[in-house]
């Protein structure tokens, strides 16, 4: 089980990273920016998605071995619902509309979480690396 769960959280982990800082910019330096934001748009469901159930998953597995590693993927997993069915609609109004002004401020913070849910599971996997879980 533990091993399941450092594979997981390092799944969560490098997803997101790839994600945030790979696919997303990539997107938008290969493509014209309509569909660049169109594409984008389309696929972050799916990206939070992927964080819910990755996130929930590496909890259940690492609970009866590092209770607080499980608690901060718990954590990521539960913020990312609201992050999806709220935020990220919010967002997409703000775009549609023209509210330049609310789409940067909404958009950051959407960018703070995805950047304290990677913080968080470099955390964990770092107490895997030190030992911290056993």
């Known amino acids: 089980m533990l091993i399941l769960a450092l594979l997981t959280t390092a799944l969560l982990f490098g997803g997101m990273v ?7 910019a990539f997107l938008f330096t290969a493509l014209p ?4 934001g169109a594409t984008i748009r389309r696929a972050f469901p799916h990206f939070y998605l992927f ?3 990755c996130a929930a998953v590496a909890a259940a597995l690492l609970w009866h071995s590092d209770r607080w590693g499980a608690g901060a993927l718990a954590l ?18 703000a775009t549609d509309t023209g509210a ?6 909404l958009h950051g913070l959407s960018v703070l979480i995805t950047l304290a849910h990677i913080g968080l599971a470099g955390l964990v996997l770092a107490r895997f ?3 911290g879980v056993a």
């Open 18 to 24: 790839l994600y945030a800082f790979g696919f997303a």
């Open 33 to 36: 920016p309509d569909t660049a």
């Open 51 to 53: 964080v819910m159930i």
């Open 129 to 131: 690396a030190q030992g």
């Open 76 to 93: 990521i997993a539960i913020t990312t619902v609201p992050t999806r069915e709220l935020l990220m609609p919010a967002i997409n109004r």
């Open 100 to 105: 330049t002004s609310r789409f940067k401020w």
